[in-house]
């Protein structure tokens, strides 16, 4: 399928069909947490607010599916990254396959949009994201439940990946979206720790539990000090810092969400004011992002880069530089990024970008229910049903 339009599919009898089949309750529905709307969450499971009760249901059943898995570490991957050892990250680029016209295939080639097979063989990858929806899961349960078994167990994942001197995570991703027979490790890899956005969300979630000490605490700020000096400092970390597609806006996500979980005010503020100025700079005056729009899945990185400025507007509320609110002096704004998509989200007008695999429309989600609650949007609650069919009352974001 060269192309694929969202429109069409959406006004298809067989919509909510296509869509029940979908495992809409994994955690793409993740979403950057605003801590006073979770308190009124929390106040209206309370009080059995009808509303909330699916969503809770599932979101117990999920974290007491996380009782049952991990802990997981970078030990547990079969290859051994350059450095010689396994404490080091490791994964290989998800768009680059074996050249067929070369021997053994090497150096690898690249095909935008299709992803090798060979990435399931490198476990690091895979087990950081399930990591991140853990503990973000199980924060939110210990939150909404106040039971130790979650932040328990969420504590245990925690300390096996990033503080057990036998399995810890060394805090850097030089061996990151390797190329065989070109690099050992690359910027683009450092979109796989995107997570830890969410990830730190339920650290805070967790940290008036008793199951999460002082020294766990110290520790894991240690550990995502050393971390944000190598993003800051190391050629892999600046060269992805410089990326002027999805890739740096990501970039800022990650380094803002670890900057205001070490206090570090100044910081996170001078993060935010790049990531507006980003927006700023790779914006069109149509409101579309020209770099992502090239992409042979135009409207996944489309939508996918404005999750990213959704993700720092949410924490950029902790800083004189609100995203949600802030404009450009050329009128560049996140408000006219998602007028700028609504359209072709909502049906008014078919997508007529490259997209070689159909679209994952639960992956709008967030940016349908922030843009509900941040621009009015009056039409989002009614796509997020469309989109989500009779699981919609079980989404996490019905509690976010």
């Given at each position: 399928m060269k192309r694929m339009f969202f429109a069409a599919l959406l006004l298809c009898p067989l919509y909510k069909d296509v869509f029940a089949q979908t495992q809409l309750l994994s955690r793409s529905d993740m979403i950057k947490l605003d801590f006073r709307l979770l308190a009124e969450r929390k106040r209206a499971v309370q009080a059995h607010d009808p509303a909330c009760q699916k969503a809770f249901a599932q979101l117990r059943e999920d974290a007491d599916g996380f009782l049952g898995w991990g802990p997981v570490s970078v030990m547990q991957k079969d290859g051994m990254p350059p450095s010689g050892s396994k404490h080091d990250y490791m994964s290989i680029a998800p768009y680059f396959w074996p050249d067929p016209s070369k021997p053994g295939g090497v150096?690898?080639?690249?095909?935008?949009?299709?992803?090798?097979?060979?990435?399931?063989?490198?476990?690091?990858?895979?087990?950081?994201?399930?990591?991140?929806?853990?503990?973000?899961?199980?924060?939110?349960?210990?939150?909404?439940?106040?039971?130790?078994?979650?932040?328990?167990?969420?504590?245990?994942?925690?300390?096996?990946?990033?503080?057990?001197?036998?399995?810890?995570m060394n805090p850097n991703l030089n061996f990151g979206q390797a190329v065989k027979g070109v690099t050992d490790g690359r910027a683009p890899?450092?979109?796989e720790t995107r997570n830890f956005a969410f990830l730190l969300d339920g650290v805070d979630l967790i940290k008036t539990s008793k199951a999460w000490t002082a020294g766990d605490q110290k520790g894991l700020k240690d550990w995502f000090r050393s971390f944000l000096f190598w993003l800051q400092t190391s050629p892999i970390g600046l060269d992805e810092m410089h990326a002027k597609n999805n890739h740096g806006v990501w970039y800022d996500a990650q380094s803002l969400s670890i900057a205001l979980y070490l206090d570090s005010t100044q910081l996170a503020n001078q993060i935010a004011l790049r990531a507006a100025g980003r927006l700023d700079a790779e914006m069109n005056d149509d409101g579309l992002f020209p770099l992502e729009l090239k992409?042979?899945?135009?409207?996944?990185?489309?939508?996918?880069?404005?999750?990213?400025?959704?993700?720092?507007?949410?924490?950029?509320?902790?800083?004189?530089?609100?995203l949600w609110t802030w404009t450009s002096p050329s009128g560049k704004s996140l408000q006219k990024a998602f007028d700028a998509i609504l359209p072709f989200l909502d049906g008014d007008k078919p997508w007529t970008g490259p997209q070689i695999h159909p679209f994952e429309f639960k992956n709008a989600v967030p940016l349908l229910l922030r843009s509900a609650q941040r621009y009015g949007c009056t039409t989002c609650p009614e796509m997020i049903k469309k989109i989500t069919g009779d699981q919609e009352g079980r989404l996490l974001s019905n509690l976010l």
């Open positions: 150096p690898y080639i690249g095909r935008d949009g299709d992803v090798n097979p060979e990435v399931k063989n490198y476990k690091d990858k895979e087990n950081i994201t399930k990591l991140c929806d853990g503990v973000y899961t199980l924060g939110l349960a210990y939150y909404f439940t106040g039971e130790e078994k979650y932040a328990r167990h969420a504590a245990e994942l925690l300390r096996v990946w990033f503080l057990d001197t036998a399995t810890r890899g450092l979109i992409r042979t899945t135009s409207l996944h990185y489309s939508v996918f880069v404005l999750n990213a400025f959704y993700v720092i507007a949410q924490m950029s509320e902790q800083t004189p530089t609100n």
